[in-house]
């Protein structure tokens, strides 16, 4: 299983991205799939995840800013961020859970204030 991340830059804060997760090899019976990001000097932490049957949860500190959604016809997962502050500034991993958890190599998100 191989994740690619795009969609990453830098935006000023208050602007959006959307970051995609493009998904190949074998992908059948993907589990839940989402995004952690990881600040410098900080610890990896969840952003938001989706399960197969489309629940979603979020960190509190994306709740009502980030989307996530998965497209399973074009095996890519997204990641709709607005109203961007500077803390959100980090680097971006999709991730997909099946019988291992599978990670791309993620995405730098750069907000400037």
């Known amino acids: 299983v191989q994740l690619v991340e795009s969609g990453g830059g830098l935006v000023q804060a208050g602007g959006s991205l959307r970051l995609s997760c493009a998904a190949s090899g074998s992908i059948f019976n993907i589990n839940d799939m989402g995004w952690y990001r990881q600040a410098p000097g900080k610890q990896r932490e969840l952003v938001a995840l989706i399960t197969s049957g489309g629940g979603t949860n979020y960190a509190d500190f994306v709740k009502g800013r980030f989307t996530i959604s998965r497209d399973d016809t074009r095996n890519t997962m997204y990641l709709q961020m607005n109203s961007l502050k500077p803390e959100d500034t980090a680097v971006y991993y999709c991730?997909?859970?099946?019988?291992?958890?599978?990670w791309g190599r993620g995405t730098q998100v750069t907000v400037s204030s």
């Open positions: 991730y997909a859970s099946l019988a291992y958890v599978y």
